[in-house]
């Protein structure tokens, strides 16, 4: 069974960073792609960023050059650190591992930004 808990979510004024964590248990974390996904009441589910097991990255046109995602395999930890926030980042984060065909999500953590 895997099991991933965020944390990192919280309130900051926009312009501001933060930095969300993702501990994952279990010995096959380095095995799998990760990725953040961000979630706004009444609106889909969307993909934030992606990485790889061999560190190769993918974000939404909308965090580009403003979020950053990586790993730490030794930790069991996935990050997403988040520069230049705007009001419009503003949901609940969530990651999410697929393994085996099934899919892993967090509890989410919230991220709110002031305007």
């Known amino acids: 069974q895997v099991q991933l808990v965020e944390s990192g979510g919280g309130l900051v004024q926009a312009g501001g960073s933060l930095r969300l964590s993702c501990a994952a248990s279990?010995?096959?974390?380095?095995?799998?792609?990760m990725d953040w996904h961000r979630q706004v009441p009444g609106k889909q589910r969307e993909l934030v960023a992606q990485i790889s097991s061999g560190g190769a990255t993918i974000y939404a046109d909308s965090v580009k050059g403003r979020f950053t995602i990586s790993r730490d395999n030794a930790k069991n930890t996935l990050y997403l650190q988040m520069y230049s926030l705007k009001a419009e980042d503003t949901a609940v984060y969530y990651c999410?591992?697929?393994?085996?065909?099934?899919?892993?999500w967090g509890q989410g953590t919230q991220v709110t930004v002031s305007s």
């Open positions: 999410r591992m697929v393994r085996s065909g099934l899919t892993y």
């Open positions: 279990g010995s096959i974390f380095s095995a799998n792609a």
